[in-house]
């Protein structure tokens, strides 16, 4: 189950970057890529909402990680490693033990 946790997340951050690199609204192919990309390569559903994503993947990391163990995050202080350490957080809370990694691109 933790493998399928990093790669739903991994596979979130690159759709991010491609919709970024894509500009979605200013190019006249962007919105058939994005439907291509996540109906055809990530399989989501038409039907699919925001609405519950927060709850589903609070339980998607419950499921992974265990009512007992500890996560340690390796936090870059970037958009993509403080989102999931929060999202990690509300699931497990003070099992969540994140360190701090200085990769010199910070501004």
């Known amino acids: 189950m933790g493998d399928y946790f990093v790669l739903s997340f991994v596979g979130m951050v690159y ?3 491609l919709l970024n690199i894509l ?4 190019s006249p192919e962007g919105m058939d890529t994005l439907r291509y990309f996540l109906f055809d390569v990530c399989g989501v559903s038409p039907g699919w ?8 993947e609070i339980r998607v990391i419950n499921d992974a990680v265990g009512p007992e163990e ?8 970037g ?4 989102v ?3 999202l990690v957080h509300k699931a497990i809370g003070d099992r969540l033990h994140c360190i701090f990694v200085d990769n010199g691109l910070l501004r």
């Open 15 to 17: 759709m991010l970057k």
């Open 23 to 26: 500009q979605v609204t200013h």
């Open 49 to 56: 909402n925001m609405e519950n994503v927060l709850d589903e």
């Open 70 to 77: 500890h996560v340690i995050c390796a936090l870059s202080g």
């Open 79 to 82: 958009v993509d490693s403080t």
């Open 84 to 86: 999931a350490a929060t």
